[in-house]
């Protein structure tokens, strides 16, 4: 088992920084990949980023690529997600997200992740 405690959201203008972080735990963290996703109102939980547990993997939402980064300190059971020039399009709820054991790449898919957080909202102001 995998518990995931999203924090970091909050408002922020256009073009704005935030960083969100995903405290883990639960033994498995180290080799769970490890995903963002978020949810607008009224639209379908869309993926955001993905990393592997050695790093050596990560996958990008077309809509986020170039200014989003998602990465994990495997030692403090923590993944981030560095988000920069944000825009208006970018407010929703996020979610982190892990998939089970033994599934070793980033799946973009959220049927393919078997832990979710409860979500943190994030709101860019225009």
């Known amino acids: 088992q995998v518990q995931l405690v999203e924090s970091g959201g909050g408002l922020v203008q256009a073009g704005g920084s935030l960083r969100l972080s995903c405290a883990a735990s639960?033994?498995?963290?180290?080799?769970?990949?490890m995903g963002w996703f978020r949810q607008a109102p009224g639209k379908e939980r869309e993926f955001v980023a993905g990393i592997t547990w050695r790093q050596d993997r990560v996958v990008y939402g077309d809509s986020v690529k170039g200014r989003f980064t998602i990465s994990r300190d495997n030692a403090n059971d923590t993944v981030y997600l560095q988000m920069n020039s944000l825009k208006f399009d970018d407010t929703a709820v996020y979610y982190c997200?892990?998939?089970?054991?033994?599934?070793?790449?980033?799946?973009?898919?959220?049927?393919?992740?078997?832990?979710w957080g409860q979500g943190t909202q994030v709101t860019v102001s225009s």
């Open positions: 997200a892990a998939r089970g054991p033994f599934r070793m790449d980033v799946a973009t898919s959220r049927a393919e992740y078997a832990y």
């Open positions: 639960g033994r498995t963290f180290s080799r769970n990949v």
